[in-house]
């Protein structure tokens, strides 16, 4: 009963959320386009769908893995766990936190694969590339920069790195790689880095940067606790054009290998 | 409707294998590292149901409601050939979507301690009220002005990278000059905005546009949008923290 009632609940926040924009797209649809939208039975059920489909994802996130995660994230960074090993009164190294680096990387390879804006954009650019970017290719590359980059950023709170910092080396690389990449390629980069964080990512994140931040000496929540959004934005960019250029590279070697070989039999 | 039933399990199967790295990073971490059982199994188990439903439907949603209807309007404004409702329509649909978009509201408040916490402004449930909801209408307005500009990039089939670049050495540049307590929101700020029901349509309004325009082409200039629409409320959050 309560978790009908909270369905309920999840449902009415999803359809607040929807509301405006549904109007926006049907009031400009009817008042200045001024054309039947084609297909509108299938188009409403669609809205449906997308209501009823994010209403129990939410849901369903916030009753099993949320509150595990989240526990998780507080339970790795419990001092009880980090220091069990090391002799009591010495000053932490950031060697001690090793787990927290790896539940960051696994979380944040696993979160994005199952972010449905991310799901989305895969499918569109596999649909205009012409099925040359593949949906699974895409989502992996976007999911180990964003793994990278969550790592990273827990690293820099427990190091104490300026964020300011790691965000301009960063962008330096994504400069450097847009001259390089294929032209093709790079709006697609830009675009996956702000849809990676969204509804799964960004509250496990979260909940571990809170975590961290709180625990370790030195540090205060409201300053170091955020920022780990921002450098999982930067990474997928990074490696989705890394991704292209690889593919790029392979296939001109494929070509050149290609020609050689015909070159020498023929 | 049977057509309809299979189609919904065969997308159910896709979203349990999306699922999937999620449940087990979380069980290695509980029962190897952390070494403790699964707390209320039964729980997890019906959520992880619900997830896998969820995304199934919201994915045959996406195809059947959101991307058709993004694409629909584009084609529809780029035969009106009136660049101006289709800047009112960008920009509202970027404005309407952010402003009450829960992950900026919870990042909004969290702004407003800092500040309160920083002696910006006064430690009053009023004054905190108050700076939320600026910080709430200034993001949104980004958001709006990132998605307007975006297809004005689109319709001009300008290059991206001069856009994105220069804005971000722009974020460099303000940072020094904003508030320290701000910096940290104002980047985060910036990826948080872009929900999952603004992304796919946003996406299919520049590809659709992209394709509708003669010379434009949907792979190098349809995408784009969300990129502009996660980079300018950095720039309009710090300012708003130097002004206030």
């Not at chain 1, 069990?84 to 932490?92: E, M």
Request: glycine share 12%; proline share 5%.
């Amino acid at each position: 009963m309560d978790g009908l009632l909270s369905l309920a609940a999840t449902a009415w926040a999803t359809l607040r959320d929807i509301l405006p924009i549904a109007v926006i797209l049907f009031g400009f649809q009817v008042f200045v386009l001024r054309r039947p939208i084609p297909n509108l039975p299938r188009v409403m059920l669609g809205f449906v769908y997308v209501l009823i489909g994010l209403a129990l994802f939410l849901e369903g996130l916030e009753a099993a893995l949320f509150p595990l995660g989240r526990l998780m994230a507080e339970q790795l960074t419990d001092p009880a766990f980090l220091y069990a090993g090391a002799a009591a009164g010495l000053q932490p190294c950031w060697l001690d936190y090793l787990w927290v680096y790896a539940f960051a990387a696994a979380i944040g390879f696993a979160a994005p694969i199952a972010e449905p804006s991310l799901i989305a954009v895969a499918l569109k650019a596999n649909q205009v590339s012409g099925g040359t970017i593949s949906v699974w290719g895409l989502r992996v590359a976007v999911a180990l920069g964003a793994s990278v980059g969550i790592a990273l950023g827990t690293f820099r709170i427990v190091s104490g790195l300026p964020l300011s910092g790691v965000i301009i080396a960063g962008y330096l690389i994504v400069i450097v790689q847009t001259l390089f990449a294929p032209r093709a390629i790079i709006p697609l980069a830009y675009d996956s880095g702000g849809v990676t964080t969204s509804t799964v990512t960004v509250p496990l994140v979260a909940a571990l940067g809170l975590g961290l931040a709180s625990t370790i000496p030195g540090r205060s929540p409201m300053l170091d606790g955020f920022g780990l959004i921002s450098i999982t934005v930067m990474c997928p960019m990074i490696s989705v054009m890394g991704y292209a250029q690889l593919s790029e590279w392979r296939a001109r070697r494929a070509a050149r290998n290609h020609a050689a070989r015909a070159g020498s039999t023929g | 409707m049977k057509a309809l039933a299979l189609d919904l399990l065969l997308a159910m199967r896709g979203s349990a294998r999306d699922l999937l790295p999620i449940v087990l990073v979380v069980a290695f971490f509980q029962l190897v590292v952390l070494q403790q059982p699964l707390p209320d199994l039964g729980r997890i188990l019906s959520g992880s149901l619900m997830v896998v439903v969820g995304l199934a439907l919201f994915i045959r949603g996406l195809e059947y409601g959101l991307f058709p209807i993004g694409e629909t309007m584009a084609y529809g404004f780029a035969r009106k050939g009136n660049i101006w409702w289709l800047l009112a329509f960008a920009f509202a649909l970027g404005f309407s979507t952010t402003v009450a978009e829960p992950a900026l509201i919870a990042i909004a408040e969290e702004a407003a301690k800092v500040a309160a916490g920083g002696g910006m402004i006064a430690d009053t449930e009023a004054a905190r009220a108050d700076y939320t909801l600026g910080l709430r209408i200034t993001v949104a307005l980004s958001v709006g002005a990132a998605v307007a500009l975006g297809v004005v990039r689109i319709i001009k089939g300008w290059p991206i990278q001069y856009f994105i670049i220069g804005g971000y050495i722009g974020v460099m540049l303000m940072t020094p000059f904003a508030p320290r307590e701000i910096v940290g929101i104002a980047y985060d700020s910036g990826g948080v905005t872009t929900s999952t029901v603004t992304v796919p349509l946003v996406t299919a309004l520049g590809v659709g546009l992209a394709a509708s325009i003669k010379g434009r082409n949907p792979m190098v200039d349809g995408f784009g949008l969300i990129a502009f629409a996660s980079l300018t409320p950095m720039i309009f959050v710090m300012g708003y923290g130097m002004l206030i």
